[in-house]
């Protein structure tokens, strides 16, 4: 996010975000900046608000764990982005993007053989997201991961919840 776009958006909701990525309770790279009134707050040089919910506890979830079947060749998946919705078939031009980009994440079925790959399926992407396991099943995969990409990581949005003040 470019550094006036971060100001212009902390100035007008009066708070500046923290920042917490994805990886410490999920098996991908997501790191996002979260503006919220929830929790406490810390005050900059200037006064001005920030957000002080610490960051979560590290669950040491890696990609390895979150497979149906296959191998990863990295610990942690790439973010899934709303791109995921339009994933090659053609094995050459998969590995090509995925050697040559290193954006997205691919699946090996047999080590020895970089053309055994294939692409997340639907139960791994709910996975990264910590969502239910089935939570996208009235969809194809396809819908499904690009509804996914577009979506938070459901246990950092738990963690920040878990800083609400209940007022009776």
Known sequence: MPSAD???????LGIY?????????????RNRFYWTNIG?????????PTCAIPQP?????YLQDILTSGYADRLKAHCIKESESRPYSNKIKMLRR?????MFTL??????????????NQTELERLQTLPEGYTKILN???AAGVIGDGWTVDVIVHIFN??????
Do not use: M, W
């Not at 090996?108 to 692409?119: A, G, I, P, V």
């Open 57 to 61: 506890k590290d669950k040491k979830i």
């Open 163 to 168: 800083f609400l003040e209940v007022i009776v």
């Open 107 to 120: 699946v090996f079925e047999d080590l020895n053989d970089r053309y055994s790959c294939r692409h997340l």
């Open 17 to 29: 975000p923290v920042n917490i990525n994805s990886e410490l309770v999920s098996a991908q790279l």
């Open 141 to 143: 995969r396809n819908k």
């Open 6 to 12: 971060y100001e212009i958006i902390s100035q007008a």
């Open 40 to 48: 406490e707050k810390n005050y900059n040089l200037f006064g001005f």
């Open 98 to 102: 995925y050697e040559t980009t290193g």
